[in-house]
């Protein structure tokens, strides 16, 4: 099993930042993905980034793209979301997952496991 701990969500003005850190521990993997999804009132889940095991090839949605960055610590096993220029459209629960092996996806169906979720609201 794996678990996946989300924290840093919060409420922040239109144009502010927040970081979004996600502890990984239990089972590990020799290759794997991490990814952060987020999902509104309404809405369907929707990809924002993906990132390798080794903390290389991030790969964003378009509507962060240029606002929002993805990084890990082996070290620590935590990846975090930095984000940027924020907008009330950002506002949703973010979610962690982590994808057994090393094929890119943005499809939160093949991601194998999910973290509780944390609530981010921007302000207008």
């Known amino acids: 099993q794996v678990q996946l701990v989300e924290s840093g969500g919060g409420l922040v003005q239109a144009g502010g930042s927040l970081t979004l850190s996600c502890a990984a521990s239990g089972r590990t993997f020799s290759s794997y993905r991490m990814g952060w999804f987020r999902q509104a009132p309404g809405a369907e889940r929707e990809f924002v980034a993906t990132i390798s095991w080794s903390g290389g090839d991030p790969y964003y949605g378009d509507s962060v793209k240029g606002r929002f960055t993805i990084s890990k610590d082996n070290a620590k096993d935590t990846v975090y979301l930095r984000m940027n220029s924020l907008t009330p459209e950002d506002t949703a629960v973010y979610y962690c997952?982590?994808?057994?092996?090393?094929?890119?996806?943005?499809?939160?169906?093949?991601?194998?496991?999910w973290g509780q979720g944390t609530q981010v609201t921007v302000s207008s």
């Open positions: 997952a982590l994808r057994v092996g090393s094929r890119l996806t943005t499809t939160p169906a093949l991601f194998n496991y």
